[in-house]
């Protein structure tokens, strides 16, 4: 005999033996029904466990009628039931049909046809199937009844169901409660594979976690994103397309794998992925403003019972941080990679030696100082190479000068480079905020020195890159 298991909240009991009741009525006890809420159907006894009882009555089930009424409750259990019934592993085919009372059905069931309670069109097409097709329990062979598909009979059992549920549905409220996120905010989901290798032991190193987060964390839900990130989001987006729109928005900010604010988002996720309370969060923002700062945090998780994924809730919050002192997060002048030029001048750099040595230090650029140890220039390794290529193809062929000659001094001569005085600079007094404000002041600018008295002429005692304000 067919088995039909009804999965529903306790708060929906009324719901589930309404329908339960149908089932046995008009099916004229040829499907057994269990319904744990209700004392006619089958459920569970006293004496035997409620995990195991359910187990097997799931493991026996042909069809599970799932009632699912109000999103924003808990339905945790509810989908570890459906989870159990259509485990792959299970030789026993168990179909899942929602049975839909309000507006939005569950997620992990978003892409099945659902019946709406509400609609009697859609509760007669339910009726139909489950009375006179052999869909539901195809091993059968046979519809449960004799009633003709489009036979008075059907039609009139279901306006008997739909005016039944009527007066339970009603105590619903039919449209669901809006949640509105108060910043921007993603849901990021990872599958249970990846989920799996974040937790492994390979999982553990950081290189392999940033390529787990990156390329397997799929946005699945979202508020205001368009906004802040600039680009429409589909179904396929990862956390990876995020980081590539903001690396290409800030070229020479750093590593395009790791922004900092990636590398933030990454502790998080593996803290919550490994059911750890965050204690500590290395904030890192993903967007600073002078007196504004928008931080990514993970807010909190919850498992996806159907598919054993984790879905993470990540707001970008806008916050106006404590003024950070400028020493607090300068590079210190005894610890930068510098020239200067007063201690070695600049013809005695050759630009091939320098640029080999900015290269094994992964430096991107680097500062010249003068007398007194003024800010002088700022060096781009781009604008060696460009340097470089420009001399090769512009020399004469007769009294060409190697690549290997030139040095700092021919590069800073060079009426083209005009951007090699692009610097702006600060007092040790000011904070993060006024130093981003006068780096952006100056038109290409990407650095700021820290100066004894904050003007040009003074000694510098530190560095800030644009990538320190990221």
Not at 15 to 27: C, G, K, L, M, P
Request: charged letters at 25%; proline letters at 6%; hydrophobic letters at 40%.
């Amino acid at each position: 005999m067919p088995t039909v298991f009804i999965s529903h909240r306790h708060a929906d009991k009324d719901i589930a033996q309404t329908v339960a009741e149908f089932i046995d009525r008009h099916s004229g006890g040829r499907a057994k029904v269990f319904c744990s809420s209700s004392k006619d159907f089958e459920g569970v006894v006293a004496g035997q466990t409620i995990e195991g009882t359910l187990k097997q009555a799931l493991a026996a089930s042909d069809l599970v009628l799932l009632i699912f009424t109000v999103a924003t409750e808990d339905w945790s259990y509810c989908m570890y039931e459906c989870g159990l019934a259509t485990d792959p592993t299970d030789q026993k085919e168990t179909r899942v049909v929602v049975l839909q009372c309000g507006a939005i059905p569950p997620k992990p069931y978003v892409d099945h046809l659902s019946v709406e309670l509400h609609d009697l069109e859609s509760i007669t097409r339910f009726v139909r199937t489950f009375l006179t097709g052999t869909e539901y329990f195809p091993k059968r062979g046979e519809p449960l009844t004799g009633f003709q598909a489009q036979g008075p009979q059907v039609t009139e059992f279901a306006a008997e169901l739909h005016q039944n549920l009527a007066a339970n549905l009603a105590r619903l409220d039919v449209e669901e409660a809006k949640e509105r996120p108060a910043s921007t905010y993603l849901c990021i989901e990872l599958d249970r594979d990846a989920l799996d290798e974040l937790q492994s032991e390979q999982g553990q190193s950081d290189e392999d976690a940033v390529r787990i987060v990156r390329d397997r964390a799929r946005v699945v839900g979202k508020s205001y994103a368009h906004a802040l990130f600039g680009f429409l989001f589909d179904a396929t987006t990862t956390l990876g397309r995020v980081v590539d729109e903001w690396t290409a928005d800030h070229p020479g900010a750093g590593s395009p794998a790791l922004p900092a604010w990636f590398g933030s988002l990454v502790k998080q996720v593996r803290a919550v992925a490994a059911g750890k309370i965050q204690e500590k969060v290395d904030w890192a923002p993903y967007r600073a403003e002078p007196g504004e700062a928008i931080i990514p945090f993970v807010a909190g998780s919850r498992t996806v019972p159907s598919t054993g994924g984790l879905q993470l809730h990540v707001y970008f919050m806008p916050m106006s941080p404590r003024p950070v002192p400028v020493v607090e997060r300068m590079i210190p002048l005894d610890v930068m990679f510098h020239r200067n030029l007063a201690e070695t001048p600049g013809d005695t750099i050759k630009l091939l030696d320098l640029r080999a040595e900015m290269e094994a230090n992964a430096r991107s650029r680097v500062p010249m100082l003068g007398e007194e140890g003024r800010a002088r220039f700022i060096v781009h390794r781009s604008m060696i190479d460009a340097f470089l290529v420009r001399s090769l193809a512009t020399a004469n062929s007769e009294a060409m000068t190697t690549a290997r000659d030139l040095t700092v001094h021919d590069l800073l001569v060079d009426p083209t480079n005009e951007t090699v005085r692009t610097f702006a600079v600060v007092d040790p007094s000011a904070d993060m905020d006024q130093a981003l404000a006068v780096m952006r002041d100056v038109p290409g600018c990407q650095d700021v020195f820290v100066t004894t008295d904050g003007t040009e002429q003074s000694a510098v005692v530190g560095w800030l890159t644009n990538t320190l304000f990221l």
